[in-house]
């Protein structure tokens, strides 16, 4: 699937949906934490207007989601 161009602020509303929660912000950069039963998934999102591909990527990965997953 090809990624779609998405603000930070689109992309941390979708993690949001999948139980990440905002545990703080720095600048522009926007903290998000997920707790599973065994550990926690630590996000860090850029808050900017279009997200570079690689980085969104990236997120997606570190967030253990498949882009389907996240943009259906």
Do not use: C, D
């Amino acid at each position: 699937m090809k990624l779609p161009q998405i603000s930070g602020k689109e992309l941390i509303k979708k993690l949001r949906k999948f139980g990440f929660v905002v545990t703080r912000q720095k600048g522009s950069h926007i903290r998000l934490e997920k707790n599973l039963e065994n550990k926690t998934i630590k996000i860090t999102v850029p808050n900017h207007p279009n997200l570079k591909l690689g980085t969104l990527h990236q997120i997606i990965k570190s967030a253990e989601l498949t882009s389907e997953e996240l943009f259906s």
